[in-house]
């Protein structure tokens, strides 16, 4: 997914919107569905805003009963990616004499901010990024899902078992007794 900036500083006042379907990461294809991406994109003087959602639906096993389970993901975004060459050129005019200095603590920078170069804004790895951190790393067929009895293995939302009946809490047969006699 690509931005032009030159398209986008044709009229700078204007947010210019977009709407993609992007296939998933190899590595996730069996599991999520085509992405879906809206977004808006602004030149702000420095490089460009990034405003949009994302929204995409998971697919694993509910992690309680190992059934296909299925969840929505859908999130939104904002970021400001920054044009390389225009930080780099204001530094040589303004800091002649320390250009060295300067480029040190740019590229420290650089682990906090999104820069790009050139004329175009590849959004492909931010995208990608952020779909993987939106992944949950569990999710259930349903929010009732009793799953399965840790003891036999039974499906406990198609069938009951007797299994750990015996241990019933000494309170709760104290009050079954109060209610018989009542
Ligand atoms: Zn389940
Ligand atoms: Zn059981």
Redesign the pocket.
Known sequence: MKVELNSLKSAPDQAKSFEVELSPPEELKEQVAPVHVKFTAKFTGDGVLVTGDLSTTYHDECHRCLKPAEKQIELDFQEEFLQKEKFYDQDKVQDDANTNKKEVVLEEEELSVDYFSGNELDLTDFLRQLLILAIPPKIVCKDSCPGL?P??G?DLSKEK?N?GQEEVDPRLVKLRELKKDL
């Open positions: 009895c003891y036999c039974k078992c299994c």
